[in-house]
């Protein structure tokens, strides 16, 4: 169920008050019962119920103000605020003495499992402030300020303060550029400002403890209950006891992000031609993550962390021409290319291992962020000679295996020998855009391209190139067919194992591949009905028309996958089809 509502009242003249507020509510429930005489085993029955209730507010005035019609000021404030609100519920027996629908009430069964319940709310509660100012739409100035504070964190750290401040200059305004008339727009812009966030786990700051009955089938879960006969005089009835799940952390606090960005707006020949160009340094401190622990910590060790900090400087540069021919076809054709460098750029201690690295002061600093850690896979051994000049493997050289090489040169494979293998951030991404219309029929096209990408493939190889490393049981891919062999001895493709002595699962560069492809994302072809044809049936506009996403790819011939975009996955992205019609009366 969704409501939305708004109340607006202008006690002056450019004085807007407005107070919206939007609830939507989800109710879920599900009753099951199973009957002993279709399925093997006991009847059963299950009953669970979800409510879900987020509520939106926001309460902003606006004022505006023009004096001496050059300067135009507006000043905005507001408070909003956002609540989640969650519960659940889940019970279930076995063993019902009958299958009359009457009997199915879980208070009939001989058996009960555990119940269970859950419990989630947070809230997101902000307070805004922002002043516009313009001179005659020349000079332009922003500034803003937002303090949200979020349920999520500790009393000391619940709020978080985030400025922002905006300069822009039309230069194509001034009089000396007024005389030069194939320039028609010309504005230099720059930005800062800071932003937060707060997507970290509700009870994060909390220490949680859960009890733990040991219930289940021992022959399929490992049972590491709590409960103990504490006074030693045994019974079906025992403390439960409790165990650590989590490790709170009170001095958690906001994610920021500081960006500083300057750029140009450009338009020539009365902005048939037209573009922009940008630059920016992106900052981010404070990422919160949740990272792995040292089994030694024992349970409950997951904290979350402020962790590492990260810089991102980068450019975007668009250019596009529009006209129209003398036959009158329209034609709109833009491009845009963009790229950035991504690196870490503070590591605090209790995170250092979190984000790769050997845990021996190789690590992440100074990297892009999830960078891949691993092997240098140095091709197959191919002869004995191969296997006796090489370092020692643990036991898993032999022919036709992933050779590894041994970095430090101690004469033996081991987690000594990884370093970083590859960035999953692209050189640079690029656009093309073709926009044609030809008296009632119109034609866009949208490419889109990345270069330089690494991607990990190591969830489609593992099926693909190899029979023992994943899941021995299932159907394996057509390049196996191609594995190495002495009768096929040229192959880059390891040879076919029934085990996996040689660890080639391990993260190497056998999995680490160029993921750069460029790709039709959008065709789209229509036409409009002639104005005279579609008002006889009372229709202002009928346009009809069919369109496809993802009509093909280009990829590089390095990359053995389907999809570089899903190169996680063994599917491409699909391809869509569209038939579809617009009418407006």
Same mark, same amino acid.
């Given at each position: 169920v969704n409501v939305n509502g708004f109340l607006e009242y202008k006690p002056i003249k450019g004085l807007s008050l407005k107070a919206t507020i939007g609830v939507e509510t989800l109710n879920y429930t599900s009753?099951?019962?199973?009957?002993?005489?279709?399925?093997?085993?006991?009847?059963?029955?299950?009953?669970?119920?979800?409510?879900?209730?987020?509520?939106?507010?926001?309460?902003?005035a606006n004022y505006d103000l023009t004096i001496h019609d050059d300067h135009n000021l507006n000043f905005m404030g507001g408070f909003t605020y956002q609540q989640y609100l969650g519960t659940s519920f889940g019970a279930s027996g076995t063993d019902f003495i009958s299958d009359a629908p009457e009997a199915w009430g879980l208070g009939a069964a001989a058996n009960f499992g555990t119940p269970s319940s859950g419990y989630t709310k947070w809230v997101l509660m902000s307070y805004l402030a922002r002043a516009n100012y313009s001179y005659k739409g020349r000079y332009m100035a922003t500034v803003s300020f937002r303090a949200d504070g979020s349920s999520r964190y500790s009393e000391g750290n619940k709020w978080?303060?985030?400025?922002?401040?905006?300069?822009?200059?039309?230069?194509?305004?001034?009089?000396? @550029? $007024?005389?030069?008339?194939? @320039?028609?727009?010309?504005?230099?812009?720059?930005g800062w400002g800071q932003t937060g966030n707060q997507e970290t786990s509700n009870t994060a700051v909390h220490t949680l403890y859960v009890t733990d009955y040991g219930t289940g089938d021992p022959t399929?879960?490992?049972?590491?209950?709590?409960?103990?006969?504490?006074?030693? $005089?045994?019974?079906? /009835?025992?403390? /439960?006891?409790? $165990?650590?799940?989590?490790?709170?952390?009170?001095?958690?606090?906001?994610?920021?992000?500081?960006?500083?960005?300057?750029g140009l707006d450009f338009g020539f020949f009365n902005q048939k031609l037209y573009g922009t160009a940008e630059y920016y340094i992106k900052k981010t401190k404070d990422i919160l993550v949740q990272p792995p622990y040292l089994g030694i910590i024992g349970e409950g060790g997951y904290c979350w962390y402020n962790g590492a900090s990260m810089e991102n400087k980068g450019f975007e540069v668009s250019l596009g021409y529009r006209d129209q021919t003398p036959f009158g076809l329209s034609y709109d054709i833009s491009g845009n290319i963009s790229g950035y460098r991504n690196k870490v750029t503070e590591l605090p201690a209790d995170v250092e291992n979190s984000y790769g690295g050997n845990g021996k002061g190789d690590n992440i600093l100074g990297r892009p962020i999830n960078s891949f850690y691993g092997y240098i896979a140095d091709g197959l051994f191919r002869t004995e000679e191969d296997i006796a000049k090489h370092a020692t493997q643990n036991g898993g050289e032999g022919l036709g295996r992933i050779r590894y090489r041994d970095l430090n040169e101690d004469g033996k494979i081991d987690e000594d020998d990884r370093t970083w293998i590859g960035s999953p951030h692209?050189?640079?991404?690029?656009?093309?855009?073709?926009?044609?219309?030809? $008296?009632?029929?119109?034609?866009?096209?949208?490419?889109?391209?990345?270069?330089?990408?690494?991607?990990?493939?190591?969830?489609?190889?593992?099926?693909?190139?190899?029979?023992?490393? +994943?899941?021995?049981?299932?159907?394996?891919?057509?390049?196996? *067919?191609?594995?190495?062999?002495?009768?096929?001895?040229? /192959? +880059?493709?390891?040879?076919?194992?029934?085990?996996?002595?040689?660890?080639?699962?391990?993260?190497?560069?056998?999995?680490?591949?160029?993921?750069?492809? *460029?790709?039709?994302?959008? @065709?789209?072809?229509?036409?409009?009905?002639?104005?005279?044809? /579609?008002?006889?049936?009372?229709?202002?506009?009928?346009?009809?028309?069919?369109?496809?996403?993802?009509?093909?790819?280009i990829k590089s011939k390095n990359f053995s996958g389907v999809d570089p975009e899903n190169a996680g996955f063994g599917y491409p992205i699909p391809t869509t089809f569209t038939v579809g019609i617009n009418i407006g009366f």
């Open positions: 009753n099951n019962y199973n009957s002993s005489r279709y399925l093997y085993g006991a009847s059963s029955a299950s009953l669970s119920s979800n409510q879900q209730t987020t509520i939106v507010n926001e309460n902003i978080g303060y985030f400025p922002a401040a905006a300069l822009a200059w039309r230069i194509s305004d001034e009089a000396f @550029l $007024k005389d030069i008339s194939w @320039l028609s727009d010309l504005k230099l812009r720059f399929w879960t490992s049972l590491n209950g709590t409960s103990y006969d504490l006074t030693g $005089k045994g019974g079906t /009835s025992l403390p /439960s006891g409790y $165990k650590k799940t989590q490790q709170g952390n009170p001095d958690l606090k906001w994610e920021t992000t500081t960006q500083t960005n300057i692209p050189d640079f991404m690029y656009g093309l855009n073709i926009e044609l219309s030809y $008296k009632n029929f119109d034609l866009s096209a949208f490419f889109y391209g990345v270069n330089g990408i690494d991607v990990n493939t190591y969830a489609v190889k593992s099926e693909t190139d190899f029979w023992s490393i +994943n899941d021995v049981r299932s159907n394996k891919g057509t390049r196996l *067919l191609d594995a190495w062999s002495p009768t096929n001895p040229d /192959s +880059n493709i390891p040879a076919i194992t029934a085990l996996n002595a040689n660890d080639e699962g391990r993260m190497s560069t056998y999995f680490v591949e160029n993921g750069s492809f *460029l790709k039709l994302r959008n @065709l789209q072809l229509g036409y409009t009905l002639p104005r005279k044809i /579609s008002e006889k049936a009372y229709i202002e506009k009928c346009r009809i028309y069919v369109s496809g996403q993802n009509l093909f790819t």
